[in-house]
């Protein structure tokens, strides 16, 4: 049975974003499940990924991505529908922001066409205003300080 993209539920989206915590907060907004739309993938009724994005006029963010079995494809099918979605509603400029420690995440994108555009330097005070529990240390020990904005041309 193939695994198809449907359109994400409130139900979903607060399901997977318990996990990071609420709210999710990048450079360019504070969002709370019902602020976004998504796709979520599922397989026998089970959640086993979710993308969920912001947008206005030409220009989105993708807010989050999970993809809970690594390695099968899920992630890049996710990010794949978000773009076919958002360029059918006009967006020609796609962003996603993800912490400085993250690497797995950078080499994703980048894979997908993504390129790096912006530092935000000690960006992730900003997400601690939110969430102070944020520790300092991120993955592989790296110190969690930055967030990295990566972009990419869609819809052309």
Known sequence: MAIIPTPATQADIQ???????????????VYWPEDVEGFALKADGKLIGLVTWAHSGEWAEIVSIDAFERGKGY???LLTAAENELAQHGVT???VITSNDNLPAVGFYQKLGFRLRRVHLDAMDRVREHKPHIPATGLGGLPLIDMWELEKPIGY
């Open 15 to 29: 399901s997977v974003w318990q996990h990071w915590g609420l709210p999710l907060v990048t450079m360019r907004g």
């Open 75 to 77: 992630g890049r099918l």
């Open 93 to 95: 400029q796609l962003s």
